[in-house]
């Protein structure tokens, strides 16, 4: 074996040289990832919307002992609780050995995901067909969204009280939806647009029905034979679409990409994928936490956190202070001294658009956990900008724990950018950092991520919550 010489040792010793995380996963590790990332794709199919996804949570927190926060319980240390908001977002904590007035550890994410969001008015028939009418949520290109099997997920809430829970699509035998685009044969003009304007979001309307309603001889049969069809499984009349939340999602399930298995493509990473590792992390915590730990799962990120159930509301301050005032700790005590993870993706180093990242400072793939000191968009605008103090903190704790990890940034300068709910943690005196897996073709009905950076994800979160 040839040896090193002094500049060899030297350039070990003082370069930051990171390498592929399969180079470096240990064989335990690469056993507990496979199992880890099985259970994950079935999160993903289970939780196509952010109330689906609430409903699996609280299902794998009751199986491990989790029970209602209800306001005035007494609690010790290893109680483990849960709160629903308003049925899509979720908070969890472990009570930990520590008083509140030493701070907690928070892993926070998002579970909801780009879609399209039916209108209140959106049954119509055109030319004997019925389509529903759609509002894109989130950031989306339109044009991914045409020509692709769609599944109906969501809640129409009736005026008696009842709330009839709907999901066409996920099931065997199921039917499918679809969007309709033009033909190349007649797309000459449609070909000149630019993508962003090749299909308006006017144009984005779900085909759901061609058949006429029977023995009728009035206008719309089509549209009376979607109503008639709706009336028998769900009891409902067309004024009640006016109070349903009803989201057209992709008909994709979570599979394994690559010969090599060693990547999952699906729906929803953003965020399910972190969301699913802090949810875990929380579950897997060997014994009780030294402080307290705290899951926070939201809802709205992806429209700026706004709303009740997003990150800026006070539902996560109501939780926290209920549970400060079990120890009669004051809230911005329990704060000033926390910490929390903003668990969200971040951009992965696609090298077939090399020209909107800056290599350097991107994640790749297979690099393990990314760690965004930053996002925002161009002069760092609307980001929390973690301090130096609070990155040399993780870095130990990742090292310490074994999590394969790595640095990124959400492509060039003035390329784009976007946030996170980093900034409203920050916002309540809570020392934050974003952290997240590398994602590619974010935002699109088919995303990619690495099983290694899911699982190093999970791994880091619960080292998190461990902290001392």
């Given amino acids: 074996m040839e040896e090193k010489t002094l500049a060899d040792l030297r350039r070990e010793e003082l370069t930051h040289a990171p390498k592929n995380g399969y180079d470096r996963l240990t064989p ?13 794709k079935k999160f993903l199919d289970q939780g196509k919307t952010e109330r689906e996804c609430v409903s699996y949570a609280v299902a794998l ?7 209602k926060l209800e306001r005035g319980m007494a609690l010790q240390p290893g109680d483990k609780v849960y709160r629903i908001n308003r049925g899509k977002s979720l908070m969890l904590a472990v009570i930990g050995q520590k008083p509140l007035s030493e701070g907690v550890h928070i892993g926070a994410a998002h579970i909801d995901a780009p879609r399209l969001d ?7 028939e055109d030319c004997e067909l019925a389509f529903l009418k759609t509002h894109y949520y989130g950031g989306i290109k339109k044009y991914q969204w045409v020509t692709i099997p769609l599944e109906l997920h969501g809640v129409i809430a009736l005026t008696d009280g009842r709330v009839i829970h709907v999901s066409v699509g996920n099931n065997e035998g199921d039917p499918l939806f679809t969007i309709d685009d033009l033909l190349p044969h007649l797309g000459a003009e449609q070909a000149k647009k630019p993508m962003g304007e090749a299909i308006p979001g006017e144009s984005l309307n779900i085909l759901v029905g061609s058949r006429p309603f029977k023995d009728d001889k009035g206008s719309e049969r089509v549209k ?6 709706l009336n028998q499984k769900y009891g409902i009349v067309e004024e009640d679409l006016i109070s349903a939340e009803l989201e057209a999602v992709p008909a994709f399930r979570a599979s394994d990409v690559g010969f090599d298995r060693s990547l999952i493509g699906a729906y929803g990473h953003d965020d399910r994928v972190c969301s699913y590792a802090c949810l875990a992390g929380l579950l897997e915590l060997n014994g009780i936490p030294a402080k307290t730990a705290v899951c926070m799962l939201a809802d709205k990120e992806e429209i700026g956190s706004e709303g009740v159930t997003g990150m800026r509301s006070a539902a996560f301050d109501t ?3 209920d549970l400060c005032d079990t120890q009669q700790v004051p809230l911005k005590a329990c704060y000033e001294k926390s910490f929390c ?18 290599k350097r400072n991107s994640a790749l793939v297979n690099y393990g956990m990314g760690f965004c000191k930053y996002t925002g968009s161009r002069g760092k605008g609307g980001a929390s900008d973690a301090s130096a103090e609070v990155v040399a903190y993780v870095r130990k704790l990742m090292n310490d724990a074994g999590v394969i990890w790595q640095m990124a940034e959400l492509g ?24 997240g ?8 009905p088919f995303e990619t991520v690495g099983k290694l950076d899911c699982y190093m994800t999970f791994k880091g979160m619960k080292a998190v919550y461990e902290a001392e």
């Fill in 412 to 435: 060039k300068v003035d390329a784009g950018g976007g946030g996170t709910v980093a900034a409203y943690m920050a916002e309540r005196d809570i020392d934050t950092l974003d952290a």
């Fill in 118 to 124: 039916l209108k209140p008015n959106p049954l119509y």
């Fill in 319 to 321: 939780f926290m202070s």
């Fill in 61 to 67: 927190a009751e199986a491990k002992g989790f029970q």
């Fill in 28 to 40: 335990e590790d690469e056993a507990a990832m496979k199992a880890y990332c099985e259970a994950y």
């Fill in 341 to 358: 993870l903003s668990s969200d993706v971040c951009a992965a180093y696609d090298p077939n658009f090399p020209e909107v990242y800056e």
């Fill in 437 to 444: 897996v590398a994602v590619l073709s974010m935002h699109s």
């Fill in 224 to 229: 009376l034979a979607i109503l008639d069809l």
